[in-house]
């Protein structure tokens, strides 16, 4: 009997040279990768490569999927000649593994490793990236996709994941090395010159008529957001942040923030041979993405009419009526009349603040280290009611780490389904309510995720004891 055949009909996965008692016994996916330069050609073949950092030396770095309710055993082992850490973005992890360097974790030193073990609790589309001198490692490259795979998906023809990103390159395609610089702090952040999908600019996708495609948009841009338009056709949205959603259809464009997650259903209607851009309109001017380029020849002559609904999450519920209410208002940047604020414990002058890199703050408080008070400090358990004002002239994708976020409201209008989130943008002027239980204990950031921002004092801490 051929191995592939026993494999079948014992019910055992075929996971080649690991026994599958001892894969079952540990029940954890190895992961060995290295934070590296490494050449990417972004740009296309008319250009050199870009120099990037990236995990494994790739961009996007080497994605890691596993199943529900296997553990990952990741060692990342630092070959860059700077310190770095790695953040496992929107995973309900404990505290220790959060990758927070300074915070959670010392710095992975060059030549080091640090490895990091855990057990993601919600399936879904999540991503890893350093979390030192973020806007620049970033910026350079130091992504990757982290998918858990649902024990039951909705069946599919394809699964694509997409990870946006906006390169801000000189004319020879190297990356502009202005990291940090004043303007992109106090403005929309660093906003590039060359968004890519998959560090590729200009790609074209091939499909296929009939074709039903899960496609898992994951934007780790430094800080440009995306509102995306498939043409003519009508994307179900099935999940936001990884976390399933009661699909809904939408002819609108598909608002992705900085650091958010988008899971689509696209049943792929256009005509055999045709091309149809994915264009994004968040500012000013449009432009194409990506492309699809449908095959000749198509898949199927009707569309699948299968379920496309995801196993609802099973995060904790906030206690409406026992919840700790916490008021946050974002102020300061360019255009923002923020006129003096807190810094290191003291009130000072916006001009005598920007002097030393920072422009902005949360309820008057500057974010410029670590150590600071918490913005909120609460006991394990404890439900927590929160409403961001965005006093300022951009938007903010706020991004709480270890937990998720139920979206409530948005400018005083209940959402008909709230949704539960970890990184809502919130547009400017605009208020919104959100709710979740503070069940995670330990020390965790809550910052834009608008690198830039962060770096500029948005950013505060969450205590849970
Ligand atoms: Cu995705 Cu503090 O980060
Ligand atoms: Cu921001």
């Known amino acids: 009997m051929k191995r592939r055949s026993f494999l079948k009909l014992s019910g055992i996965s075929a996971l080649s040279g690991i026994s599958p008692i001892l ?11 290295t934070a590296k330069p490494g050449q990417v050609n972004i740009v296309g073949p008319t250009f050199p490569a ?22 990952v055993d990741a060692t990342i082992h630092n070959g860059l000649d700077m310190p770095t850490s790695v953040h496992w973005h929107g995973i309900r992890l404990p505290n220790a593994m959060d990758g927070v360097a300074g915070l959670t974790q010392p710095a992975i030193k060059p030549g080091e490793d640090f490895r990091y073990q855990f057990t993601p609790p919600d399936a879904g589309t999540y991503w890893y ?41 000189l004319d020879d395609a190297s990356i502009s090395d202005d990291f940090g610089a004043g303007h992109d702090k106090s403005h929309a952040g660093r906003i590039g ?70 899971d689509l259903m696209l049943d792929m209607t256009g005509n055999p041979g045709s091309m149809h851009p994915v264009v994004d309109s968040f500012y000013r001017k449009p432009f194409d993405l990506t492309t699809f380029a449908y095959d000749d020849k198509p898949l199927r002559e009707s569309l699948l009419d299968s379920s496309i609904d995801l196993a609802p999450s099973n995060l904790p519920e906030p206690d409406l009526n026992n919840a ?36 902005w703050a949360l309820n008057d408080v500057v974010g410029n280290k670590l150590d600071m008070p918490p913005l909120i400090d ?16 951009f938007p903010h994708p706020m991004h709480l780490h270890g937990h998720h976020m139920k979206l409530l409201s948005i400018d005083d209008q209940p959402l008909p389904e709230p949704r539960w989130v970890d990184s809502p943008l919130i547009m400017p002027n605009q208020s919104v309510e959100l709710a979740f239980v503070a069940d995670n204990p330990g020390d965790w950031l809550f910052h834009c995720h608008a690198l830039e921002h962060h770096a500029a004092g948005l950013g505060a801490l969450v205590r849970i004891t």
């Open 378 to 393: 609460t006991k394990k358990g404890q439900s927590i009611h929160m409403t961001i004002n965005n006093e300022t002239s």
């Open 324 to 359: 700790l209410d916490v008021n946050v208002t974002i102020a300061g940047g360019a255009m923002g009349g923020l006129r003096r604020a807190r810094f290191n414990g003291e009130w000072m002058g916006l001009r005598e603040i920007a002097q030393q890199g920072y422009v």
């Open 23 to 33: 894969q079952a016994k540990s029940n954890s996916k190895v992961f060995r990768i």
């Open 129 to 169: 990236h350093s979390h030192v001198n973020a806007y620049e490692q970033i910026g350079r490259g130091l992504y990757a996709p982290l998918i858990i795979e649902e024990a039951d998906p909705p069946k599919v023809d394809r699964e694509l994941v997409w990870m946006i990103d906006d390169w801000r390159l």
């Open 193 to 262: 010159n060359v968004p890519t999908v998959n560090g590729r600019f200009r790609d074209v996708i091939k499909v296929q008529t009939g074709e039903r495609i899960r496609l898992r948009l994951i934007n780790a841009s430094n800080a440009r957001n995306f509102a995306l338009s498939f043409g003519e056709l009508t994307p179900s949205v099935i999940a936001i942040d990884g976390q399933a959603v009661k699909p809904y259809q939408t002819k609108e464009p598909i608002i992705i923030g900085a650091a958010g997650r988008v």
């Open 50 to 71: 870009t120099e990037v950092w990236g995990f494994n030396g790739q961009v996007p770095g080497l994605p890691i999927r596993i199943n529900h309710g296997q553990a």
